[in-house]
Every structure is written in structure tokens, then in C-alpha cells.
DNA sequence: AATGAAATATACTCCCT
DNA sequence: AGGGAGTATATTTCATT
């Protein structure tokens, strides 16, 4: 992970349909030197995938919101593996702290997160925050070297 | 947005870098035909953009963490400019409830995530949760018509 | 590990339906 | 809104440094 890796990196996180030949430019090599690189990169797990971010109000979802779950004893294994099926939840981290879950949720609206929410309830005690806006969103990593 | 669009958003949600030739093979239309779907859903802000997920970890940050901020009144303002200078802090929201922020951040160390509470705590109440693993790491959002 | 060159694949533009 | 043809560009492979 040199300067012109992080460069790559830089280029990518800003657009990642951007062909090799364009990074090249930016970054001064030639574009087989940056397909190289990128997959040395992708081979080794820094990059992890490519994705597509999509505006979820414009798909449908008009409600997003952050919910916690303190697992019931003996609930949370179930509840692992029941939380991949839920197609509402976009992210799900297990985390310190009183709540052992929080979840990223999309919703149509106020029934579909009523309906969500009833499900959760069976497996623990949830905590939900309406998002009402992006401060920051999907921010570039930089490196932490100076 | 028709069950072609559906199907096209499908395969970038999968691989965001994947040809507009190959997604025309899976979804059954040529490659002029899919760019300009994809241009059309760009230009209506469906797709907001493509970004590559890295591996935190392997990028030098060890630490990740959930911290919801309740801020102190009249600092919110202040909170939501100050907040975009921060490089470790990926995402933010404005949510509902008693807390008004959460900011899912990435740290080298503990002694990065105290210097960063030690930031935030002139701007409101923090409470941290560090991430231990992903149970769902950005799921494709699919349609929510049947 | 990068370059330059050749072959293949893809993207883009335009016109037709 | 999609297909097909032609051109430009990009990717991939390989030999070379």
C-alpha cells in the first residue's frame, strides 16, 4: 500500500466505473500498471467489491431508520440468521455495549416498519431512530500515513 | 423503473465495475440499450453513484465504531460543519430520539477513537459502540413491488 | 513492477425501426 | 425505447527493461 495505491484507491472511491486507462492519467501510469495494481489489491482484500449506491426514496423506500436490538438470552444465534432473509436490512453490525445489534433499515413506510419492528420484538428489545438526513455519506478513506 | 431497470441494478449491485456488455448478456438487451437505462436512472438519481468498498482493516484502521452524539443546545449547528472535516468519520445521520447523530467511524487505535471522542464531547453527549463484526455489509436493495 | 505493442473486447454515436 | 453498424477507446496479454 505505496502513495500511488492510495492515488488508485482516491480515483476509485470518487467513482468506481472509472476505467483504468482515466486512473492511469490521474495518477501517472499506464493503464495495464493500474489494472496490475487494482487486482494485487482485490487478491489481497483491501478491495473488498464495487457497488452502486442508489437514492432509496427514489426506489420505493421512503422511510430509513437505525435500529438496536438487545438480543433476549439464548435469542441472538436465531436471530443472526433470521436478520439475512430480512430484505429491509441493508446493514447489521454486532456491536459493545447494552444493544448487541444495530441494523440500517429501508422501509415504504410507516406499516412496513411496524411489521419490521413486530418481527424484531420476538428476538430482543429494539430501540428505533427515524433518519432524517445524510451528513456525511460513504466518505473516502484516506491514508493514515502522512 | 421496470423490471428491466430492476434487473440492471441487480448486476451492479453485484459488481459495480461490470461491463454494460456483460449486464445486456444477463438481463437480455445490447449494450447501447443498457448504458442508456443507466444513464437515464443517473440522470434521475436512482443511481447516485458507484463506490468500492475496502477492507478497513487491511487500510490501517483496526477500530470501528457506532458513537451516537446528543448535542448540547445550540451546538448542533456547529457539530454538522465541524463533522465534515473529519476524515475518520464514514458516515453520519441526523436521526429522531434522544440522540440527534450517529456517525459510524474508522480508527487506528484506542488512542484514535479517545482523541476523537475528546473532539466530540465539546459538541454533545457521545455514547460508543465498537463494531465487532458484520452480520450484513451492504445488501442489494431489490424491488418492493411483487 | 512498469512499459509498449498487438489482439480482443467494450463503449459510444448515429441512424433505423 | 431498443437494435445494428461503425468508430473510438479500453482491456488483456505478452515480451522487454
Redesign the pocket.
Known amino acids: 500500500m505505496d502513495k500511488?495505491n492510495w492515488a488508485i484507491l482516491q480515483e476509485l472511491q470518487k467513482n468506481a466505473r472509472i476505467?483504468?486507462?482515466?486512473v492511469g492519467r490521474k495518477v501517472?501510469?499506464?493503464?495495464?500498471?493500474v489494472?496490475?495494481?487494482v487486482r494485487?489489491m482485490e487478491d489481497n482484500g483491501v478491495i473488498e467489491s464495487y457497488k452502486v449506491n442508489l437514492a432509496h426514496q427514489k426506489t420505493g423506500y421512503q422511510l430509513r431508520a437505525i435500529i438496536t436490538l438487545r438480543a433476549f438470552t439464548g435469542r441472538l444465534k436465531a436471530f443472526l440468521e433470521t436478520v439475512k432473509t430480512y430484505k429491509e436490512v441493508v446493514n447489521c453490525y454486532r456491536i459493545t455495549g447494552n444493544e448487541n445489534i444495530i441494523m440500517e433499515v429501508i422501509l415504504k413506510d410507516q406499516v412496513h416498519l411496524e411489521k419490521l419492528i413486530d418481527k424484531l420484538i420476538t428476538y430482543g428489545e429494539t430501540r428505533t431512530h427515524i433518519v432524517l438526513s445524510d451528513v456525511i455519506k460513504d466518505a473516502p478513506i484516506v491514508s493514515n500515513v502522512e
Do not use: N, V, W
Open positions: 500511488l476505467s483504468f486507462s482515466e501517472g501510469l499506464t493503464s495495464p500498471a489494472a496490475e495494481r494485487k
